[in-house]
């Protein structure tokens, strides 16, 4: 938001009166209740504008508008590469720093969306375009991105997480227009700390969060469109069948950080493959106790037996991340989802 007395709010009534009364009237459509009083008041202050000054914010304005139009096309190095040529080294630098903190007030209209409740958010996004939708889930963490995904209607899952899996880079342009189109319904939501997310990995890691069968299916449907992209992010995933891939001296690390019920409950839902490789790295008195263990527990809930081996996946990652496990997610036609 704008500082009512500052140059910049002083600029942008100026633009506001030379664009003439049609566009002015179209940007306030698009701008916080906030920013519109505000400006209001600053053109009411307006005395006749002179020609110089037209000149110079016409001129700024279009300047900028360039800079965005170049960021949006090919990101920073292209960008600065065809301003060094239109208006010099310095020229350049001092676009790009205008449109890169024009770019953080948006990001920061973005975080309060760390607070939002993924069914009000759901219904924020009802038409929004799936590269708007994958923007939001580029400012979750990888729970609540699930969450929110798993409101959406089944058919726009696939196309928003290929369209998460693309972001390559950090969209000045798309930022604006979201935190534009989206924060007149977001600004009571509250704020919180940004975590960046996008790409391959956050893709995996969303989907990861996910019941099995609907992050199977959700890789199906983008694998019809890009075979090479769902690989890319099959290959970034690890789940809880991939843990035999895991040599057994890694297992009894893995076992020896586990809750027992824990793990009676994860193997609930394990191949007969993968019960025999950990039953195969424990003694023959823990295998024992372990399938008493088992046949306790009784009728157990799907969601129970997956949120159990998500916890053991974590365990996993967090050994890997100690250097005392290593893990690789399979990439050939029998990999588990």
């Known amino acids: 938001m704008i500082q009512s007395s500052s140059p910049g709010m002083q600029k942008a009534a100026m633009l506001l009166v030379l664009l003439g009364e049609e566009a002015a009237s179209h940007i306030y459509r698009h701008l916080p209740e906030a920013d519109v009083q505000r ?31 170049y960021l949006s096309e090919g990101g920073p190095d292209y960008a600065r590469k065809l301003l060094i040529k239109a208006f010099g080294d310095a ?50 963490n990888a729970r609540q991105a699930s969450a929110l995904l798993m409101k959406l209607p089944e058919e726009a ?29 977001l600004e009571s939501l509250g704020e919180q700390s940004r975590r960046a997310y996008a790409g391959f990995k956050g893709a995996a890691d969303l989907l990861n969060q996910l019941e099995p069968n609907t992050g199977k299916g959700i890789l199906e449907s983008i694998e019809k469109d890009d075979p090479k992209m769902a690989l890319a992010i ?27 019920k824990t793990l009676a409950l994860s193997l609930r839902g394990a191949s007969e493959e993968l019960k025999n490789l950990i039953f195969k790295s424990m003694s023959s008195r823990a295998v024992e106790m372990l399938k ?5 527990l009784g009728p157990v809930r799907s969601k129970d037996v997956t949120q159990a081996q998500r916890e053991i996946v974590e365990a996993a990652r967090k050994l890997e991340a100690e250097g005392k496990l290593v893990l690789s997610a399979e990439t050939q036609e029998e990999y588990v989802v």
């Open 39 to 69: 400006l209001t008041e600053r053109i009411a202050e307006l005395d006749r504008i002179k020609p110089e000054t037209a000149i110079s914010v016409l001129e700024e304005y279009y300047k900028l508008t360039l800079t965005q139009s």
């Open 91 to 140: 020229g350049a630098q001092q676009l790009l720093d205008q449109v890169t903190r024009a770019a953080e007030m948006s990001v920061v209209q973005l975080e309060s969306l760390q607070k939002a409740d993924p069914q009000q958010l759901a219904k924020f996004l009802e038409g929004e375009h799936p590269q708007t939708i994958a923007l939001i889930l580029a400012h979750l």
């Open 157 to 185: 899952r696939g196309t928003t997480i290929k369209r998460l899996a693309m972001l390559r880079q950090f969209s000045p342009e798309v930022a604006r227009k979201v935190s534009v189109a989206l924060h007149k319904r």
């Open 234 to 260: 099959r290959n970034l995933m690890f789940t809880f069948e991939d843990l035999l891939g895991v040599p057994e001296a890694g297992i009894r690390e893995l076992l020896g950080q586990l809750d027992k």
């Open 292 to 296: 008493e263990d088992m046949e306790v």
